[in-house]
């Protein structure tokens, strides 16, 4: 079975530091790795994702992820935050095509970012 | 392109009522699901489908059931509301070629 855990239900960072939100996953077979934000009152935007490509992924708004199978880890950072950046993230965890593209949520993690 | 759309935004239903949460999308996507989204939770999957006239369960489907007639639509159904079934509801659906789930805006709702 898949599960996500992610660290800290809450994190608070001034404007301009790095933001690092934490994600460990546990799967049996190769993980499909989603970072999804949520503003207030909205749905969910995919941030990111890594699909068994290159290890550091890339997503909008300046926010990248790197896969690290030995930890089972897939931290999202941001080097400057932004008080934009204020919002609820989520990791997922798929197991592909296997599980119909099904993901399985972590927590989420609520990022304040302070002037 | 809409995306996905789901109404209404919010509702208050009365213990013992019924109600239909609609969900469409116009990006022709075969997968669909829908998720309730609890404070603190995550989000957990109630139903999916994989295409007109395939549905199945998620990890919460107990006091819901679905159907889906066409690509484009994805209704879930509360038949008997109950307190326990107040929450946030999202649709969502998938683009298989980018393994990517696009989400709607999500229906309030309170059971009291």
């Known amino acids: 079975a898949q599960s996500v855990t992610q660290l800290g239900s809450h994190v608070s960072v001034s404007e301009g530091a790095l933001v690092l939100l934490r994600c460990n996953y546990s799967?049996?077979?190769?993980?499909?790795l989603f970072w999804y934000v949520q503003y207030p009152n909205q749905g969910l935007q995919l941030l990111l994702k890594y699909t068994s490509a290159a290890t550091l992924v890339k997503g909008i708004n300046g926010f990248e992820a790197e896969f690290k199978k030995s930890e089972t880890s897939f931290h999202l950072t941001k080097p400057s935050a932004h008080m934009s950046d204020a919002a609820e993230y989520f990791c997922a965890v798929s197991d592909g095509v296997r599980s119909q593209g099904n993901l399985i949520f972590g927590k989420g993690t609520k990022l304040s970012v302070k002037p | 392109n809409a995306g996905v759309t789901q109404t209404p935004k919010f509702r208050i239903l009365k213990i013992g009522q019924s109600m239909t949460l609609q969900c469409a999308q116009d990006?022709?996507?075969?997968?669909m699901y829908w998720y309730r989204q609890d404070p603190g939770m995550g989000l957990k999957l109630i139903y999916y489908s994989v295409g007109a006239g395939i549905t199945d369960k998620g990890e919460v489907p107990n006091g819901y059931n679905v159907s889906r007639s066409t690509t484009e639509d994805f209704p879930l159904r509360l038949e008997l509301a109950a307190p326990s079934q107040t929450s946030v509801y999202f649709c969502?659906?998938?683009?298989?070629?980018?393994?990517?789930?696009?989400f709607g805006p999500g229906t309030r709702l309170t059971v009291l």
């Open positions: 990006m022709n996507h075969n997968y």
């Open positions: 799967s049996s077979v190769p993980p499909y």
């Open positions: 969502a659906s998938r683009d298989s070629s980018t393994d990517t789930q696009y």
